[in-house]
């Protein structure tokens, strides 16, 4: 579902991806961890192509994003080609960013019917078996400011999951809650896990990532220390500087 080749990425002389190669089959998670500045919101901003790669391919469910391959020829997909690309992509940040002035379910169903060109009616069905899913059906007609960080994250999740993704990222999404609002959300991933959902989640939460990661990476510096079986990158790293990292999040 997603595979990267030797991704570079600058910001003027800053290098911050430096080869980068990953893959994420369909149906697994990725949860990637690494200290603060090591690169994981500009990967997976990449993987969206909110930002642009310098060097290296990436692609996702088997087409380059950004580009369209004929033979050797690569060429540079225009902005709606790019925009019709992101959809099949979902993304949940680490701050709600939530309409503020439209409810959980105007919230949910704002892209379907807007992008998508979906009937309200049909929409407005749809988006509440999503809010049911995330375990919010009563509070569809509640404004972002009547919910919890918890919720609002959860709504969030909803919204993204509106546009039929093929894969999910997270950005740290738990890393803004209080820690009793946590779990909800944690919950929500894991059910969405089991239900076959692609996702590279960027999150510092270690039992999370043990449990429902199908694969961890390490990365420092803009590029991958160590990847493989949870278990043993975070509880057996071969590498000082991940142990050295998990000695500070644990
Ligand atoms: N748009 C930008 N322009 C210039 N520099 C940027 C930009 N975005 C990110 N950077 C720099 O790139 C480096 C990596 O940033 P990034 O946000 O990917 O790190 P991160 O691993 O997600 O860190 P954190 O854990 O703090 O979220 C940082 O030094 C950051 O300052
Ligand atoms: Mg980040």
Do not use: W
Request: net charge positive; proline share 4%; with cysteine.
């Amino acid at each position: 579902m997603v595979l990267a080749e030797d991704v570079h990425k600058s910001f003027g002389r800053l290098r911050v991806l430096n080869g980068i190669t990953l893959r994420v089959e369909a149906g697994q998670v990725m949860c990637l961890l690494g200290p603060s500045g090591s690169g994981k919101s500009t990967f997976l901003r990449c993987i969206n192509h909110l930002e642009k790669i310098d060097a290296g391919r990436l692609s996702v469910d088997g087409r380059l994003v950004g580009y369209a391959q004929s033979g050797q020829r690569l060429r540079e997909l225009g902005e709606k080609e790019v925009a019709r690309q992101r959809r099949d992509v979902g993304m949940v940040f680490q701050r709600f960013n939530l309409f503020p002035h439209m409810t959980a379910l105007e919230n949910v169903i704002e892209a379907p019917v807007r992008v998508r060109g979906r009937d309200r009616r049909t929409a407005r069905t749809d988006g509440v078996r999503l809010l049911e899913r995330v375990g919010l059906a009563d509070k569809r007609d509640c404004y972002p400011a009547q919910l919890s960080g918890g919720q609002q994250q959860r709504v969030a999740i909803a919204r993204a999951l509106a546009m039929e993704p093929k894969l999910m990222l997270f950005d740290e999404p738990t890393s803004a809650l209080d820690p009793e609002l946590v779990g909800e959300v944690l919950d929500v991933m894991r059910q969405l896990a089991r239900d076959g959902m692609t996702m590279v989640v960027v999150t510092h939460e270690i039992g999370f990532a043990r449990e429902v990661g199908d694969l961890a990476v390490f990365m420092d510096g803009g590029v991958v220390v160590e990847s493989g079986d949870p278990q043993r990158v975070l509880v057996h790293p071969e590498h000082e500087r991940t142990r050295a990292f998990l000695a500070k999040v644990l």
